[in-house]
């Protein structure tokens, strides 16, 4: 059973990057989709981008510029960062596995985690 | 982007009786493979959203068969037959037509 794990900073300073890696386990990174997504408190989910096991990347234009998603098979991580960031940006995190097929629907997810930007 | 929109906001039930949620797409879903391109997702309380339905109606791996989905073009609904207590959390629908994919705002579910 495939697990997924997000580490990284949980303050972030305002204009600032954050920066997350998400570890996975019991499952190889080729072949699959991975996606970033984040929930601020109390509110719904915000589907941020993905990135293919080749390294092609998609990004939600929301975020403009601001976005990078990036892959170390090596370590069968991904990672995200979000640079200049505001208050706006505090969310709990989550990094997701695309099932194959069909919708490419959100098959597997982290537990996520909390990132406050504040100063 | 797609605009995606549930009803309702908040959805008190009784165990053992049927509920149902509405979502509702700004444009059809329908793919050029036939298929819709929608996803119903359930987040329990203090967890991350798990997958409960694909294609609009096909349910997940271990997903109960009191859950089932329906809909076509911009109309889609999630049915509980008999509600449990386990299925308490904020209901959401996604579409996976195109990117950016974009989430309902969430349907409440709770024990009454």
């Known amino acids: 059973q495939v697990h997924l794990q997000e580490s990284g900073p949980g303050l972030v300073k305002p204009s600032e990057t954050l920066s997350l890696i998400c570890t996975v386990s019991g499952g190889p990174i080729s072949s699959y989709f991975w996606s970033w997504l984040r929930q601020p408190p109390g509110k719904g989910l915000e589907w941020l981008g993905h990135i293919y096991y080749t390294g092609t990347t998609t990004y939600n234009p929301s975020l403009k510029s601001r976005v990078t998603i990036s892959l170390d098979t090596s370590k069968n991580q991904f990672s995200l960062k979000l640079s200049s960031v505001t208050a706006a940006d505090t969310a709990v995190y989550y990094c997701?596995?695309?099932?194959?097929?069909?919708?490419?629907?959100?098959?597997?997810w982290g537990q996520g985690t909390l990132v406050t930007v504040s100063s | 982007d797609i605009v995606m929109t549930q009803s309702p906001l908040s959805l008190p039930v009784t165990p053992g009786e049927p509920a149902s949620i509405s979502c509702r797409s700004s444009?059809?879903?329908?793919?050029?493979?036939?298929?819709?391109?929608l996803d119903w997702y359930l987040q329990r309380p203090g967890q991350s959203p798990q997958l409960l339905i694909y294609?609009?109606?096909n349910r997940a791996a271990g997903v109960p068969d009191r859950f089932s989905g329906s809909g076509s073009g911009t109309d889609f609904t999630l049915k509980i037959s008999r509600v449990e207590a386990e299925d308490v959390g904020i209901y959401y629908c996604m579409h996976a037509l195109q990117d950016p994919r974009t989430f309902g705002g969430g349907t409440k579910v709770e024990i009454k």
């Open positions: 294609l609009a109606s």
């Open positions: 997701a596995r695309h099932n194959n097929g069909g919708t490419y629907p959100l098959g597997n």
């Open positions: 444009q059809s879903l329908l793919h050029s493979s036939g298929y819709h391109h």
